[in-house]
């Protein structure tokens, strides 16, 4: 079953400035997750990729939110322009080769938006 | 996916089984159960899950009422690692995104 890591574990910035979170690695999966979830508050869904295709996307995942693939193992989150009400923590997930709801969390990144 | 209702704190002794509710009244006959916890900010963390039949693992039983619309987590002997907040999560078993509620924060005390 896949073990899923994140960097940074904590990212600190400026409103309007672009942040990148990377889920690294994971190895041969072809689908995954974010999620995001502000302090206090239920964990949300922000989009699934598949075979380097959006799968799925949630409102909160706007023009200013991207998601890449961009050396064939790592996955990232981009946000283009943050703002404050982008402090969370974003959790990236991946599903056990059995697929359905058996999703495997990371362990997250703290973005706070000064 | 079906909508759930959990109660949103219970406390359970060290060492006491928990029980914990959850009500999925608009579950549909292709919806599985998924249960998972969070652990204070850390990501979440699957459980069990179970279609209909009654499920066991090494981290808990998962027991679903014969029309499906309940179901009842048990942590068989609760101890202080298990305090978490707890999410029962109805979904079609494909790739699909999970939908969290509010959960059931359980405090297990010593």
């Known amino acids: 079953e896949p073990e899923v890591t994140q960097t940074p574990s904590h990212q600190v910035t400026q409103m309007g400035q672009e942040v990148i979170l990377r889920c690294v690695p994971i190895?041969?999966?072809?689908?995954f997750y974010w999620y995001r979830q502000i302090l206090g508050q239920k964990v949300e869904f922000l989009v699934s990729f598949y075979n380097n295709e959006i799968s799925e996307k949630s409102e909160i995942f706007d023009d200013q939110f991207s998601v890449e693939r961009p050396d064939g193992s790592n996955f990232t989150l981009k946000i283009r322009s943050t703002k404050l009400e982008d402090s969370a923590m974003y959790f990236c997930?991946?599903?056990?080769?059995?697929?359905?709801?058996?999703?495997?969390f990371g362990p997250g990144t703290r973005l706070t938006v000064l | 996916d079906a909508k759930t209702t959990q109660p949103p704190s219970m406390d359970c002794a060290e060492g006491r089984a928990a029980n914990l509710p959850c009500n999925h009244s608009?579950?549909?006959?292709?919806?599985?159960v998924y249960w998972y916890r969070q652990i204070h900010s850390q990501g979440p963390q699957y459980i069990i899950h179970?279609?209909?039949n009654n499920e066991t693992n090494e981290m808990a039983s998962l027991i679903i009422t014969e029309d499906r619309k309940s179901s009842t987590l048990i942590l068989p002997h609760a101890t202080l690692r298990d305090t978490a907040v707890y999410y029962c999560?109805?979904?079609?078993?494909?790739?699909?995104?999970?939908?969290f509620g509010a959960g059931t924060q359980v405090v297990v005390t010593p």
């Open positions: 179970g279609l209909k």
């Open positions: 997930a991946a599903p056990g080769l059995a697929g359905g709801g058996r999703q495997y």
């Open positions: 999560i109805v979904l079609l078993d494909s790739w699909g995104k999970l939908q």
């Open positions: 608009t579950i549909s006959g292709n919806e599985y």
């Open positions: 190895s041969n999966h072809l689908y």
